[in-house]
C-alpha cells in the first residue's frame, strides 16, 4: 500500500490512512460543529490578556499584542468531539504551551485551563506540553471566529476536543487534580478519544 504524505494529522503514532485516523464510535465530518455551554462572549482583542497563574513564584500575563509577538507555529490535526464527530486535516496558527512555559518553574502537575464565560476543563500538564498543545489565534488561514474560540482558544488535539477551551484566558498550574466543567458533570477526567474515555468510568 502506498502511504501518502504525513499531512493532515499531528499524531506521529498514528498511521496516514484515513479510516486508521478515525478513533472508535466516531463518524467523520465535512464541517465545522460549533459546541457551546451557553452564551457565546464577545471577546474584544484589545482587553484580551493570557495568564498563566497558580504554582509558579510570580503569574505571568501576555496582552494581545504580546502574544502575537511570541513565536507561531502552524498546526494541522485531526479533532475529535466526544459527541462522535470527527474532522480531520484541520489547519491551525497559534502559540506553543511550552513557549509560554519557557522559564517558568512549577511543581504543578495539573492544569485547569479558565475562559471568559466561565468555562474551566482540567488537564495534566505533561499533556500540554512537548508540542502537543497551543494557544490558536487563526484557523485555515484567518482570526479565529468568534464561535469557534476567538481571539484564542486552547488547542489539545490528542484529547476529545471539549478539553480545547475556546475564550481562554488563563492557565492555572495545580499541584492536585481539580475537575473543570464537563468533567464535574459527568465526562471523563481525562478523555482520550482513542480509548472511548467519555463518561466516568469508561
Ligand atoms: N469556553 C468554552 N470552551 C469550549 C466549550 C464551551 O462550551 N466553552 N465547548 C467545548 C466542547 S464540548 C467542544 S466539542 C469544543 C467545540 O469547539 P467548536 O465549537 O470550535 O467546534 O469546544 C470546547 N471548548
Ligand atoms: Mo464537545
Redesign the pocket.
Known amino acids: 500500500m502506498e502511504v501518502p504524505a504525513t499531512r493532515g494529522f499531528t499524531g506521529r503514532r498514528r498511521p496516514a490512512d484515513p479510516e486508521a485516523r478515525i478513533p472508535p464510535g466516531q463518524h467523520v465530518v465535512a464541517d465545522?460543529?460549533?459546541?457551546?455551554?451557553?452564551a457565546t462572549p464577545q471577546v474584544r482583542p484589545e482587553t484580551w490578556t493570557l495568564t498563566l497563574s497558580g504554582e509558579i513564584d510570580e503569574s505571568v500575563t501576555w496582552t494581545w499584542g504580546e502574544f502575537l509577538e511570541l513565536p507561531n507555529e502552524d498546526v494541522t490535526c485531526d479533532i475529535h468531539?466526544?459527541?462522535s464527530w470527527s474532522k480531520l486535516g484541520t489547519g491551525w496558527r497559534g502559540v506553543a504551551i511550552d513557549t509560554l512555559l519557557e522559564g517558568v518553574d512549577t511543581a504543578a502537575d495539573f492544569v485547569l485551563a479558565h475562559?471568559d464565560?466561565g468555562?474551566t476543563t482540567n488537564l495534566p500538564l505533561e499533556d500540554l506540553t512537548d508540542g502537543r498543545a497551543w494557544i490558536a489565534h487563526e484557523y485555515e488561514g484567518s482570526p479565529l471566529s468568534t464561535?469557534?474560540?476567538g481571539p484564542a482558544r486552547l488547542l489539545v488535539p490528542h484529547l476529545y476536543?471539549?478539553k480545547?477551551?475556546?475564550?481562554i484566558r488563563g492557565l492555572q498550574l495545580l499541584a492536585e487534580d481539580q475537575p473543570g466543567f464537563?468533567e464535574s458533570n459527568g465526562y471523563h477526567d481525562y478523555g482520550d478519544p482513542w480509548l472511548e474515555q467519555r463518561y466516568q468510568g469508561d
Open positions: 465545522f460543529p460549533v459546541l457551546t455551554a451557553g468531539c466526544v459527541t475562559c464565560g468555562y464561535d469557534h474560540g476536543f471539549w480545547s477551551a475556546k475564550w464537563w
